[in-house]
Nanobody, 116 residues
Framework: QVQLVESGGGLVQPGGSLRLSCVAS????????MGWYRQSPGKEREFVAG?????????YYTDSVKGRFTISRDNAKSTVYLQMNSLKSEDTAVYYC????????WGQGTQVTVSS
C-alpha cells in the first residue's frame, strides 16, 4: 500500500521558517522524482519544488520561492524535505507531497499558515 505522509506544518510568523517532511512507503522511493505542491483557498494547486530521482542532483522551484525554499531527499529514510525560510503570508496553503513515476502518488497534505 502506497503512502505519503507529510508533517511539519503549522502556524509561523512572517519571516519565520518551517521544515516539511514527507515519509514514503509502498514503492521504490529512490526511483521516483519527488515534489511539493500547494493549494490556497479559492486557488488551483500549484507546483512549488521538485527533485530528481536517485541522488537528487537536480532541483526545481517555482519563481516565487526561489532563494527561500530548499527541497532535499534522503533515500535511506524514504523521505523528502522542504525547508522553507523567510516565509510570507502568501505562502499560506496546504502543502502536498507527490511522487512521480509510472504512477503518480499524493499525500494528504499539511497546513502551513503564515500570520502575525
Amino acid at each position: 500500500q502506497v503512502q505519503l505522509v507529510e508533517s511539519g506544518g503549522g502556524l509561523v510568523q512572517p519571516g519565520g521558517s518551517l521544515r516539511l517532511s514527507c515519509v514514503a512507503s509502498g514503492f521504490t522511493f529512490s526511483t521516483h522524482k519527488m515534489g511539493w505542491y500547494r493549494q490556497s483557498p479559492g486557488k488551483e494547486r500549484e507546483f512549488v519544488a521538485g527533485i530528481d530521482s536517485g541522488s537528487g542532483t537536480s532541483t526545481y522551484y517555482t519563481d516565487s520561492v526561489k532563494g527561500r525554499f530548499t527541497i532535499s531527499r534522503d533515500n535511506a529514510k524514504s523521505t523528502v524535505y522542504l525547508q522553507m525560510n523567510s516565509l510570507k503570508s502568501e505562502d499560506t496553503a496546504v502543502y502536498y507531497c507527490t511522487a512521480a513515476g509510472k504512477v503518480d502518488y499524493w499525500g494528504q497534505g499539511t497546513q502551513v499558515t503564515v500570520s502575525s
